[in-house]
């Protein structure tokens, strides 16, 4: 297996882990499945998926394998509910991938390299509020619950 | 700014959103060199084939909103010559009778379907086969606005076609003698008739 692939997978696994850490104390349930997933770089795999359920049984929100290899991230989750769906993108690279950039220097100009995304600090799953302003923000317990109840509008005692 | 001056202006932006979108999936392509490039943008944060299915689909709408711009401008100049038209009537005499004719065809011009002008009016100043293709573009055209399931698609109309079709009838009619605004100077046209 490419090895992009298995972090793309083993990311994927620790950040569901943190995920039902973080639910286990709310009364919701999750439910975990395969889903059968094809890229041009990978071919056909599967990758885990989750759903997330209330207390009824009812479904409230989805954990969603979209790719492991992105434009500008190491792969991506998809975290959708009834209301919204957020993108969370994997960032292996400390500091997030860099690009290429020019800085006025002198008369001409200068090649630099600079952060594709600003607030990228160690490696790991972020969410990027804004394309167009592009700063990212570290998923964490406080983060995912906000994320969820904006994309799901349930609420969280 | 002139009829054949916008269309010139519209094909204009078409081709730099063609080669703009070019750019794109050149960046996406060359995405360790380019990421820069697509930094800020929605490019960022999706798979490369999605982001080239995406190009292709942004491709196909330029193409699309191409036809219908140009449709709009060509439309609008076919009314103003009826309306010019129309206001030589009224060089002609000043009767009441003939102003009262001239108001009612101004009024009842805006109503009149563009396949009936086309053949009743303009079929005087151009080739049947020329009018049939711009009525070919036309039918293009309602099905893009429409997309009526009940119709059957009438054929692709490609933006190249459009564009030289619609520009050539506009020609033809600014340089025919008998519409108001042709000039003295009038080449040898082969859309016109009656020559």
Known sequence: MDQ??????????????????????TGVTISREEVEMLEEAFGAYTA???????????AIARMQPVAARVLGGDGRVDLTGNHQQYILILLTEEGGPKVKGYLPSGTGRETVMTQAYRGVGEPGWYWIESIRRGRAYRVDRVLFFDLLSGASNYVFE | MSSSDALVEIW????????SLYVASQSVETKE???????????MQISDEEALR???SGKSGIDDYLVLSLWTVFE???YEYLQQESGRLAERGASSFSSSFRKKLEREIEYWRIDDILDDIFGAVLEKELIGSVKQIKKYRDWLVHRNPKKAFPGNITPQRAYDT???VLSCLRDHPDLSCATEETGVEACRKGD
């Open chain 1, 4 to 25: 992009a692939l298995r972090t793309y997978l083993e990311q994927t696994e620790s950040l569901y882990a943190s995920i039902e850490e973080w639910l286990a104390p």
């Open chain 1, 48 to 58: 885990p998926a989750m759903t997330i359920k209330n207390g009824g049984g009812r």
């Open chain 2, 12 to 19: 204009g932006v078409y081709q730099i959103s063609l080669d």
């Open chain 2, 33 to 43: 060199d380019s990421l820069g490039l697509l930094k800020n943008t929605l490019f």
């Open chain 2, 54 to 56: 995406r190009i292709d």
């Open chain 2, 76 to 78: 609008r100049q076919l």
């Open chain 2, 166 to 168: 619609l520009s050539d």
